[in-house]
């Protein structure tokens, strides 16, 4: 009534927009949209006036790496404050495109209208398996060699998997899952009871080597 059109057409099923609904509609998609990037600053504002910087991450960054940059750039600027919050990769876009976090932390970034991805690092991946696993005493594992092995993978819907699962294609190597899980720390803990062998980046692998609870094998 206030505009003077007809926006939507109810004669039929399912209800239509019409010329000037869809006009209206992108209008609208275009207001809110400004008035995210608009909030999103002010919460940028805010954090960088508190000294306040809020970091998302996926479980893979490796704990330990993480810490140590933190205590880098806490050494570099002694009055701010930094909060890691690790989440599954769909929750990390969510905190960042929210602007509940300032920086995310994934594999495989995909840059969206309202996210650019900066490249940070490379990890290779790795063979784990427990001590007791007959590939422990093994220098150097090929990819063909694990056709059958059982193994403990990552979430078929996360990239990594669908990476690995590609590699391990090309080398006709065809694994047995048995366990599956969307995060690595949960991985490692399922290959330290020997439930099979894991494909996992290298570098989250430090803490359990040094502790003598899981091995790491090269892969040729």
Known sequence: EQMGVKFIDRS?????????????????????????????????????????VN????????LSHMNWYVQQFLNEVPDSNVRVEY??????????????????LVSYPRESRSLRAIPWREEQIALACSPQHPFAS??????????????????????????????????????????RFDNTETIKRALEIDA?????????????VAAGTLVRIPLE
């Open 55 to 62: 970091v998302a991450s996926i479980y893979s960054v490796g």
């Open 138 to 179: 093994k220098e150097a594992v090929r990819l063909s060699e694990l056709h059958g092995q059982p193994m403990v993978g990552y979430d078929e819907r996360l990239r990594i998997w669908e990476e690995i699962d590609k590699a391990l294609s090309l080398a006709g190597a065809e694994v047995n899952v048995v366990l």
């Open 12 to 52: 039929q099923r399912p209800i239509a927009l019409l010329p000037a609904g869809e006009l209206f509609y992108r209008g609208c998609r275009r207001i809110v949209d400004q008035f995210e990037n608009l909030r999103n600053e002010l919460l940028d504002y805010a954090a960088s006036e508190s000294g306040q």
């Open 196 to 208: 099979g062998v894991g494909l996992l980046p290298s570098p989250t692998l430090d803490r359990e």
């Open 87 to 104: 989440r599954h990769p769909d929750q990390v876009y969510q905190l960042v495109e929210r602007g509940q976090a300032q920086l995310g």
